[in-house]
């Protein structure tokens, strides 16, 4: 998750480090900070940021509520959300939104999703071997897992980018 800051990042108050010389690198230099964090738990100040975007993750969350209760609690009022990740039920994640004070914005599918997404889950399968070479044999059989049974999850589940904003 990342959240863009109502104050410059000298003055956020969590713990958090500057991206040093990658940051400088990207670009993001005296702009951005990273700070490890939770979901639910981010440690971040009520009120403290103008936006909230993650990209993938919040399907993996198993506490949504919570999850985006904290959303919430950070952006504050008119603060925005955008996320990408895929639905199962548009109209449970749309009450849990509400309930968390959001008022949802827009849900459309990304473009080519499954395509894309089935391109990677070939490329996995195909390249089994060099991968448990390159991040070990653990962390390749999850990706192998996913790849050989989300397939036949993926059409009750389409990924969607979500656009939301925190309610007065
Ligand atoms: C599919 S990966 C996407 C990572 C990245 N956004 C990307 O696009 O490459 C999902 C990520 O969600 C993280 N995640 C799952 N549950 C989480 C939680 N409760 N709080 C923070 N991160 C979580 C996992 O650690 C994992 O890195």
């Known amino acids: 998750m990342s959240a863009e800051s109502r104050s410059s990042p000298s003055r956020t108050r969590h713990p958090s480090r500057s991206c040093g010389a990658g940051g400088a690198h990207a670009g993001t230099s005296g702009r951005a900070t990273f700070a490890l964090g939770?979901?639910?738990?981010?440690?971040?100040?009520?009120?403290?940021?103008?936006?909230?975007?993650?990209?993938?993750?919040?399907?993996?969350?198993l506490n949504k509520s919570a999850a985006l209760c904290e959303m919430a609690r950070i952006v504050g009022h008119g603060g925005r959300l955008a996320m990408t990740t895929w639905v199962p039920r548009l109209d449970e994640l749309e009450n849990m939104l509400r309930t968390a004070g959001f008022r949802l914005i827009s849900s459309a599918q990304t473009p080519r999703w499954r395509e894309r997404q089935m391109a990677v889950y070939r490329g996995?399968?195909?390249?089994?071997?060099?991968?448990?070479?390159?991040?070990?044999?653990?962390?390749a059989a999850v990706l192998v897992a996913e790849a050989r049974d989300a397939p036949a999850r993926l059409s009750g589940a389409p990924?969607?980018?979500?656009?939301?904003?925190?309610?007065a």
């Open 124 to 139: 996995i399968l195909r390249n089994r071997v060099p991968l448990e070479q390159e991040i070990g044999p653990g962390a």
């Open 159 to 167: 990924r969607r980018l979500i656009v939301a904003e925190r309610q």
């Open 38 to 61: 939770n979901f639910d738990r981010t440690g971040l100040s009520s009120d403290s940021q103008r936006a909230v975007m993650s990209v993938d993750a919040f399907w993996m969350v």
